[in-house]
């Protein structure tokens, strides 16, 4: 089973993009740890860093942005595999299994993240407690974004299912 050109040529996309994200930010880090002058815009702050308390924010901003954009790049990173794996017309290998569990797995890390960092961001900037619950109606929702990484699991448990099954009809043949 061929996977289509456009879903590839996304991931792919997607791939590049977050490695270059992330080496980006990581020189950022490390300019800025050798005394470099930064602008830190994140969430809806932007602040210049001048002061102990703005560096010590923008050393816990930039270690969150690597922590997300690491993630991200491991999720696509493991979608790529599953797809080239996918190319070789074999289904319901350990990989594709594994892949679609953890791919799932990261997914919903990476959401519960950033709902942690943006709860203590205004919690820090604004110091205020600010607990709510949303439903969003646009696709960068994370109630979205969670049900398509319980999707990826779910369908690591059918896949792991299916695979057990053909070993047991391949066993009685």
Same mark, same amino acid.
């Given at each position: ?24 930010? &990581?020189?950022?880090?490390?300019? !800025? @740890? ?7 815009? &994140?969430?809806?702050?932007?602040? *210049?860093?001048?002061? /102990?308390e703005s560096?010590?924010?923008? *050393?816990v !901003?930039?270690t ?7 993630i #991200?790049? &491991? &999720?696509?990173?493991?979608? $790529? ?6 190319e ?10 594994s892949?679609?569990s953890?791919?799932?797995? @990261? ?8 709902i942690v =960092? /943006?709860? !203590? ?8 407690? /600010?607990i709510?619950l949303s439903? /969003?109606?646009d696709l960068? %929702? ?9 999707? #990826?699991?779910?369908l ?6 299916s =695979? %057990?099954? #053909? $070993?047991?009809?391949e066993?009685?043949?």
């Amino acid at each position: 089973m061929k996977p289509p050109k456009f879903l590839k040529t996304i991931i792919n996309i997607s791939y590049i993009l977050l490695l270059l994200k992330l080496i980006i930010t &990581s020189l950022c880090y490390i300019y !800025f @740890l050798l005394g470099g002058s930064v602008k830190l815009s &994140s969430l809806d702050y932007i602040t *210049i860093v001048e002061n /102990e308390e703005s560096t010590a924010a923008a *050393i816990v !901003f930039f270690t969150l942005e690597i922590i997300y954009t690491s993630i #991200l790049f &491991s &999720s696509v990173y493991i979608l $790529k595999k599953l797809i080239k794996d996918f190319e070789k017309e074999r289904l319901y290998t350990k990989l594709q299994i594994s892949g679609l569990s953890l791919a799932g797995k @990261l997914i919903i890390g990476l959401v519960i993240l950033q709902i942690v =960092a /943006e709860f !203590f961001t205004v919690f820090i900037f604004d110091n205020r407690l /600010e607990i709510g619950l949303s439903i /969003e109606n646009d696709l960068g %929702s994370p109630w979205l974004v969670i049900s398509i990484g319980l999707f #990826l699991i779910y369908l690591s448990k059918i896949f792991k299912n299916s =695979a %057990s099954l #053909l $070993k047991e009809n391949e066993l009685t043949i």
